[in-house]
Structure formats: C-alpha cells, structure tokens
C-alpha cells in the first residue's frame, strides 16, 4: 500500500531527519537517499505510514496516560523487518543495510530495537 502523502509530511520522519542533522551535519536523507527509500518500502510492506508504525511500538497507561515502548509490538516490527528483509532475498552487508535504516528511524523516534 502506497503512502498517503509525501513521505518528508511526517512528523516521525521530521524528527529523524533532524535528529540525524544534528548527530551527523549535513542532510543524511538526502546524502544518503536509501535510508528514506528503505523506510518507504519497509512501511509499504507492513500497511502503515510512518507516524502510524512509531506510535504502533508504544501504549499508554491507563492510570497516568504515560506513553512507554511496547515489548510485544516491538517484537512485532522486528519480526516484520526480518520477513521484509528475506522477502528481498537479501543476505550479508545488504541486509543489515536496510535493517539498520530501519532500526535508525526507529531509534531517532524514541524506540529501541
């Protein structure tokens, strides 16, 4: 399923390009467009956009509305990114390429694989 709207429209993928320019200088996404394109293709295979996949690896409590990571879904997502990966039949530096573009966004996002 095709994105919705431009991919650099999500708050998600706001916060890690800028987290990105600020950890490394420069434009990343754009320096290194595969980063973007492996998290586009990565949200096409499991049916949601950006924002949607953040928010999917986090509950909130019901006494105090606290928001913290949920360990199923993120067991979840790394399951998914593992079947998207193979689904590819990649293997070796290619793999972990994409897995680490993916873990990377995840991460500038405030959720740890």
Known sequence: MPLANPTESYESVTAWAASLREQWGGDPLSEDPEKLATLVSFCEFIGKDPDELVAFCFLRRKATGERFTAK?????????????VAADGLRGTEARRRRSNVHSFLTHNGVLI
């Open 72 to 84: 199923k879904r993120r067991e979840e997502v790394v399951r998914q990114l593992a079947e998207f």
